[in-house]
């Protein structure tokens, strides 16, 4: 290769790459402001049955025993559909539940390749408002027996 070519190549990874966040987050959202959650994501498992997926992403608290579980049901394709999704947030002892929505769903990989879905979701409690969930495309774990799935 030449090295105009490769510089090239370089910075257009290098314009690809910036703007976008890296690691998965959850943040309350107040008008054009957000303010990033102390919750981490841990785990991405799900499991692709021909037009159907499901997935399910946890999140724990990172100083705290908070934690935040979706589960959502997609169809892979161009594009992939969200079809719905639910969340399961305990925060400081008490359990709130309610419906989960899809802004951007991204999902890669086959039937019988590993499979990797990310997104950005819009979680609205009575409590403390709109919150934004965001996890870049991740390899889902293969959820197992025990999974709700």
Same mark, same amino acid.
């Given at each position: 290769m030449n090295r105009a070519l490769i510089s090239f190549l370089v910075l257009l990874t290098a314009a690809c790459s910036c703007g976008r966040p $890296?690691?998965?987050?959850v943040a309350? @959202?107040?008008e054009n402001a957000e303010s990033i959650l102390p919750l981490s994501l841990v785990s991405v498992a799900g499991l692709r049955q021909g037009y159907r997926a499901d997935? $399910? #992403?946890?999140?724990?608290g990172t100083a705290t025993m908070d934690s935040l579980i979706i589960d959502m @049901?997609?169809?892979p394709g161009v594009p992939t559909k969200f079809v719905r999704g639910r969340y399961r947030w305990t925060q400081a002892g008490q359990l709130m539940t309610g419906d989960l929505m899809c802004r951007v769903i991204e999902f890669q990989g086959g039937q019988g390749d590993p499979?990797? @879905?990310?997104?950005t979701f819009t979680? @609205? $409690?009575e409590d403390i408002g709109?919150?934004?969930v965001y996890v870049?495309?991740?390899? #889902?774990?293969?959820?197992g027996r025990s999974a709700p799935y």
């Open positions: $890296r690691e998965a987050y309350h @959202v107040e997935a $399910r #992403m946890i999140f724990t @049901v997609f169809e499979s990797s @879905v990310g997104g979680i @609205v $409690r709109t919150c934004k870049p495309t991740t390899a #889902m774990e293969h959820p």
